[in-house]
């Protein structure tokens, strides 16, 4: 199984709302990324989590929160979002950079538009 | 900085014909990715390129790598309207925590017209 699901697939949000979204993947994989896609343009990272510990964060505005409670699932919590962060956000897992391939296996993502 | 450029970044073509999708980066990266991704859609995993001279096929679609040129191509063959989506090369860096990141090239979007 080489799935990796999302919730919700769209949300509308205010600016003064708190939403999460949510992630979870179950081929045992031990990374975890966040990315933010606008229309035509390629993902950007935001945030990499390695056995459950935070290891990037790309200088992500402090309105979005990750949080990872356990090996198969990461969050990403929103407040006081900006229009602008209206996007496409994809979660992905992967296993730890080793000698073996480590594909980053992607979500259908959320749509999210910020109002 | 570091850069991922993929050309061209459009591309129409009829079907039935051949072309290629030249991906050039600017560090060094013995990895390198290739997704698909359809309008709407999320990415598709294409192939893993792992070293220097690594071809992979898979269909219509081969890719290789070459690390010395710092260049990936991937060369569609006999196009078909089902190829029609945008492709995106990534590389992996390290990074100062150890951990590697992608970095994705600039997409080009494949119309294949009947």
């Known amino acids: 199984d080489t799935e990796v699901t999302q919730t919700p697939k769209h949300l509308v949000m205010g600016m003064t709302n708190k939403k999460s979204l949510k992630c979870e993947q179950h081929m045992g994989h031990r990374a975890m990324y966040w990315y933010k896609q606008k229309a035509k343009k390629p993902p950007e990272l935001m945030f990499v989590?390695?056995?459950?510990?935070?290891?990037i964060n790309e200088s992500v505005p402090s309105r979005f929160s990750p949080e990872c409670p356990n090996s198969s699932l990461l969050n990403l919590h929103l407040h006081a979002l900006q229009p602008e962060d209206s996007a496409l956000y994809l979660c992905a897992s992967s296993e730890p950079r080793t000698s073996h391939p480590d594909t980053q296996y992607f979500g259908p993502g959320t749509r999210l538009t910020v109002l | 900085e570091l850069k991922v450029e993929q050309n061209p970044l459009f591309l129409s073509m009829q079907e039935g014909k051949n072309y290629t999708i030249y991906c050039n980066y600017s560090?060094?990266?013995?990895?390198l990715y290739w997704y698909r991704q359809d309008p709407g859609k999320s990415l598709e995993s294409l192939f893993v390129?792992?070293?220097?001279?690594a071809v992979k096929q898979e269909g219509r679609l081969m890719a290789s790598l070459d690390t010395k040129a710092r260049l990936s191509t991937l060369h569609i063959t006999a196009a078909v309207h089902d190829l029609s989506a945008t492709y995106f090369c990534?590389?992996?860096?390290?990074?100062?925590?150890?951990?590697?990141?992608?970095?994705f090239g600039t997409g080009t979007r494949l119309k294949v017209l009947a």
């Open positions: 990534a590389v992996d860096i390290d990074t100062t925590s150890g951990t590697y990141k992608y970095i």
């Open positions: 390129l792992l070293s220097n001279g």
């Open positions: 560090t060094t990266s013995d990895r």
């Open positions: 989590y390695s056995y459950e510990k935070l290891s």
